[in-house]
């Protein structure tokens, strides 16, 4: 774990995709598709139906990493609405396991808008903890401190020639808010896109700065990406 400020928080950085908050004991991912592989199945792209197994694989290491015993999934937690229904019996006792540990909530995305409370847990659109914003894309023109999911951030840069590409968050600071962050996405079977696109940073406005941040060799790294012109 990488110790990360924001919004007058300590958090950690959980393995580069999760994020931990120790005050609150508590593990935020986001954007798991979880049965992303059988709703490709169902419209005849066959993909190993074992997405769902990797991702919840992952979360329980990182709740065993950081002894968290609450657990906020930052929407599209399913590829579908429909998607717990298609659980494999070995992901669902997976899931299963991990509900009933801890205190789980789902927070609904584009993805799984109608989702039901069928997996456990407990359902919510956003949430507000500790007077910060938890929701699934983030609100342009939002001056409270939020953090979300939704665009699959990944930072994209060329060292010597090599083109680098790995998930990242992205945080706004400056301007009239107090901090937003938006976490990578977090399942087996994701893709990602350009950390500095114009989508989110405009997502991310107001702002006088948006960085990229993540861990490598346990550090914490930043790579500015957009700055409010003088």
């Not at 709740?63 to 579908?80: K, P, W």
């Not at 407990?122 to 999911?149: F, V, Y």
Request: hydrophobic share 45%; glycine share 10%.
């Amino acid at each position: 774990m990488v110790p990360l400020s924001f919004a007058g928080e300590e958090f950690a950085l959980v393995e580069g995709r999760a994020l931990y908050w120790p005050r609150e004991r508590a593990l935020l991912v986001a954007d798991l598709h979880l049965e992303k592989a059988s709703f490709y199945a169902k419209h005849g792209q066959m993909l190993p139906p074992y997405d769902s197994r990797e991702t919840l694989g992952r979360v329980a290491l990182a709740i065993r990493e950081t002894g968290a015993r609450r657990v906020f999934t930052l929407g599209d937690n399913f590829h579908d609405s429909a998607g717990p229904s298609r659980l494999e019996p070995h992901a669902a006792g997976m899931l299963d396991a991990l509900v009933r540990a801890t205190d789980w909530v789902w927070i609904t995305g584009n993805h799984d808008a109608a989702m039901e409370a069928s997996a456990g847990g407990t359902l919510a659109e956003e949430l507000t903890i500790a007077g910060l914003i938890l929701r699934h894309q983030a609100k342009a023109g939002e001056t409270q401190p939020e953090i979300s999911g939704h665009y699959h951030p990944r930072l994209q840069i060329t060292v010597r020639e090599r083109a680098i590409r790995r998930p990242c968050a992205v945080v706004s600071s400056g301007g009239q808010g107090r901090g937003r962050m938006i976490l990578p996405a977090f399942g087996a079977l994701t893709g990602g896109m350009n950390a500095a696109d114009p989508a989110i940073v405009k997502a991310l406005q107001p702002a006088a700065a948006i960085d990229a941040v993540l861990s490598s060799k346990g550090r914490l790294m930043q790579f500015p990406l957009w700055r409010q012109a003088a």
